[in-house]
């Protein structure tokens, strides 16, 4: 994926460019592009696994009406860790922290950030990958290994989200 920053970067307005040259001033609005940049990057990864958890409950329906009762425990465990995920990308501190926030981010810990969401990104392909799985399972001898490869996925990407919140507090 492009990087966001740059992109964002690129589309300031020459007044913002002219400010930009001001001492102290350009460290400021780099900072805040930055921010918009995180709440870009972080708006996306909670729309697109937004739409897998969509998906996910699609899914619960078929396999309601194709008789496959004794699986939607392991479907409903799947689309709980996908919401808990997404309310926690949403609730998460910015990558950038403004002069009295409590918790300070600084430079270089922004880079680990961005390192974090840009593989939580990814990983969207991994989960709509092991949702079609399952989509393909149903009524399938198949289908109890495709819930637990979801649920592993999606427990993957609780852990790695929680691993960026260190980044914040170390």
Known sequence: MADLFQKITDAKSLVEKIAGKIP???????KETRRDADKLLRDTIVNRYGEQLS???????QLISS????????L?????????????VKTAAYGYSGFLDAVKVKEDELAKLYT???????????????VDNIEASIGSDGLPAALRNLVTIVADCNTTFERRKEVLLS
Do not use: C, P, W
């Not at 102290?24 to 780099?30: A, V």
């Not at 593989?119 to 990958?129: D, G």
């Open 24 to 30: 102290g001033f350009g460290g400021y609005l780099e």
């Open 55 to 61: 998906r996910v409950s699609t899914l619960q329906t």
């Open 67 to 74: 008789g496959g009762i004794e699986h939607i425990d392991d």
């Open 76 to 88: 409903q465990d799947a689309a709980t860790r996908m919401q808990r995920f997404i309310d926690m």
């Open 116 to 130: 974090f969401d840009n593989m939580l990104l990814e990983n969207v392909a991994k989960v709509a990958s092991a």
